[in-house]
């Protein structure tokens, strides 16, 4: 039995009891009913799943504080007829500083977001869990907080299985050269100069540019930022990345025009 074949049969058994812990990060909640709420979670056990909070919106709830938005916590759940229902929660990490700044819960909120776009409830992926939490930390650690969410952003692409091609043409396959390119979200990568007519919604990329996301897409995070991320070079990467998503997911995010008003 391979590791993948154990970590299947883990999640199945723990879907199967009457009830089980699990530790996750609230991605979003909404009322439901007159007193209870619903959770949208992301755990590392079974991926991402919904889950009731029962009475969680009256004023004594012991549980209300434990599960608001990027907070990671470890839940007890119990089977419900529909839902899982959140009979205890316990506060991991509260990423007190992402709720202080409005900049910082912003960007939480995106990185949220992207992950709750791109993803169904089929089961874990420790991956992609361990990606969210880190990001979490890093945008809470106090550093400048660009180069965490363009690393989360490379990072989300290959573990979701959507890796660009940033080191040969996608169209012709000769290695990129010392100079400007065009990415081709439909083809999934970039093309060199003589092929970027092959697609007229490409989008120009500076080789400058496509070096820092190719060292992003090789390299640790500590790795990764030892390279300056400059004004210039986060705003052609952040608006790269945005085409792209927005092609895959085939509509755009929320959170990226807020961003954009809190920075102006």
Partial sequence: MTVQDNLDAQSQSIHKQRSYRVEAVVLRHSDWGEADRLLVLYTLEMGKVRALAKGARRPRSRKAGHLEPFTRVALQLARGRDLPIVSQADTLDAYLQLREELLLSTYASYVVELLDRFTYEEGENRGLYRLL??????????????????????????????????????????????????????????????????????????????????HFQRSSFSEATRAPLTPGLNREMEALMQHYLTYLLERGLNTPAFLRRIKE
């Avoid at 490379?154 to 100079?179: K, M, N, T, Y």
């Avoid at 065009?182 to 060199?192: K, T």
């Fill in 133 to 214: 939490v880190d990001t979490l930390g890093r945008l809470s650690s106090g550093d400048v907080p660009e180069p965490a969410v363009r690393y989360y952003e490379i990072r989300l692409l290959d573990l979701l299985g959507f890796r660009p091609q940033l080191f040969h043409c996608v169209s012709c396959g000769a290695e990129i050269v010392q100079q400007d390119q065009f990415f081709s979200a439909d083809l999934g990568g970039v093309l060199c100069p003589n092929c970027g007519g092959q697609d007229v919604r490409a989008w120009p990329v500076t080789m400058r540019g496509l070096k820092y996301l190719r």
